[in-house]
């Protein structure tokens, strides 16, 4: 009875209501439409969310000679060479380098000095001149290079206004002699990636001259039938489809509920005090333990409740495209990756809110659990990024099963240990306010009144 009373305080309250339109916005915005527009796709009715292109979907069956097969991540050195020299001189010239310091852009101009040692960097690689630099044959980069198009007639435009971007799987040393009419490394790639690293410093944190960037816009190339024919199978045998679909949406979800619950929390645990209950709770005989963890269960019910009949958008059409086709698909995926993915961030989340919140009956959870939140999303890659004290996995694609296997002992490891936190948490939040239903830590006045002088000095003297 205290958890359905708890729950309905929850589900009735505005601050519940926020983080559920919060969470619907989110949700539409990104994840909503997705899975029946990749089975669409697959059937040439839909533009694929993966490739951009009418047809090309991981649902799809690749056919045998066909024209091409979507782009693969490998690391080809002549190609990552041809595109980060083409972005460094592009920057170079105009003095405007992009940064994203916390995944948010940031113009970099570098002084005189710097410059002269960026030219230097590629003058080695070039094994050009300043002057030759500023004066480049029109074709002296591919026309598609990376994440960079050099406008010219050979570009064709699709019928939906993109661009089709063909890699060239050639290798341009071979085909090319004269460097100065076409690019050549005149380094090796061990001291090509060392040049990076040093432009990479010079220009500061977030360039796109990291390994990691590098790899991410140049590191393509076509697939072949073969391995076009190895992903498919990937998705269909070892992800059963619908795991694919169960990461992206746990990728979309988690921001949300790494920073929004905290809310929940903050405002439920205040209420007591506003609303004056402090005293009638402090007067029944309910242990601290079971109201804190009856509380801290309402709360995950609240919040996890409406993600999980959310995921149900997606899994209705994939359970009626394995019907149509005959593949097997796992039912279950969202539930499973909900479990482990999702709710041990939530469960952090409510735990460090909780103690915080009963220990200084101030609203200071948010701002901390918004600092890390703010934090984990600026240093965490898109995919493939697991830390110790990741608070949220990202995966930003339907493809990549081999990341999570990559990686799947370090994720276990960061679930765990998020977990063992939220426990200690609820067990410390547990502990204070035993204390303070005892009067030991009744410091609250304390805290009112410090806080209440600190802000009449700062009206008086804004006033001013």
Request: aromatic residues 14%; proline residues 3%; glycine residues 6%.
């Amino acid at each position: 009875m205290l958890f359905v009373k708890e729950l309905k305080k929850i589900c009735f309250s505005i601050a519940y209501l926020l983080f559920i339109g919060l969470l619907l916005f989110s949700w539409h915005e990104n994840f909503y439409g997705v899975t029946s527009k990749e089975i669409q796709a697959s059937r040439g009715m839909e533009t694929s969310i993966t490739s951009q292109v009418r047809g090309e979907s991981i649902l799809a069956k690749p056919e045998e000679g066909a024209e091409n097969y979507g782009p693969i991540k490998k690391e080809i050195p002549e190609k990552i060479m041809c595109g980060g020299t083409d972005m460094l001189m592009i920057e170079y010239l105009k003095n405007s380098y992009a940064t994203y310091p916390f995944h948010y852009y940031k113009e970099a101009v570098l002084s005189i000095e710097e410059q002269k040692e960026i030219l230097s960097i590629i003058e080695e690689i070039t094994g050009l001149s300043e002057m030759q630099i500023k004066n480049l044959p029109d074709d002296y980069f591919p026309t598609v290079n990376g994440n960079i198009i050099h406008m010219s007639e050979e570009v064709a435009q699709n019928q939906d206004g993109s661009f089709r971007l063909q890699t060239d799987n050639s290798n341009p040393s071979q085909e090319k002699e004269d460097h100065t009419k076409h690019f050549i490394a005149q380094v090796s790639y061990e001291r090509f990636k060392e040049l990076m690293a040093k432009a990479a410093e010079i220009i500061g944190p977030g360039s796109n001259y990291s390994m990691e960037s590098l790899l991410e816009y140049y590191g393509q190339v076509e697939m072949t039938y073969e391995e076009a024919m190895n992903e498919y199978n990937k998705t269909v045998n070892d992800d059963k489809v619908s795991t694919a679909f169960a990461r992206l949406f746990c990728d979309y979800m988690t921001r949300v509920l790494g920073l929004y619950p905290v809310f929940i929390v903050a405002v439920f645990w205040l209420k007591d005090r506003r609303n004056k209950m402090s005293e009638l709770i402090n007067s029944k005989q309910i242990k601290s333990a079971r109201l804190i963890i009856v509380r801290t269960f309402a709360i995950l019910t609240a919040v996890m409740l409406p993600v999980i009949l959310l995921s149900f958008e997606s899994l209705v059409p994939l359970m009626k495209y394995s019907y149509d086709t005959g593949i097997v698909i796992d039912e279950f995926a969202f539930m499973k990756y909900i479990l482990w993915w999702l709710l041990p961030t939530v469960m952090t989340v409510t735990g460090l809110g909780t103690f915080l919140t009963v220990l200084t009956s101030a609203p200071i959870a948010i701002f901390v659990q918004f600092v890390w939140w703010f934090m984990d999303s600026a240093v965490t890659g898109l995919s493939g990024d697991i830390r110790f004290f990741t608070l949220m996995i990202r995966h930003n694609t339907l493809n990549g099963l081999e990341l999570i296997q990559q990686n799947f002992y370090s994720i276990l490891l960061n679930r765990g240990l998020l977990l063992l936190i939220s426990f200690a948490l609820i067990s410390l939040s547990i502990a204070v306010y035993n204390r303070k239903r005892g009067g030991k830590l009744d410091y609250d006045y304390f805290i009112q009144k410090y806080s209440g002088l600190f802000k009449k000095r700062f009206l008086a003297r804004f006033q001013k």
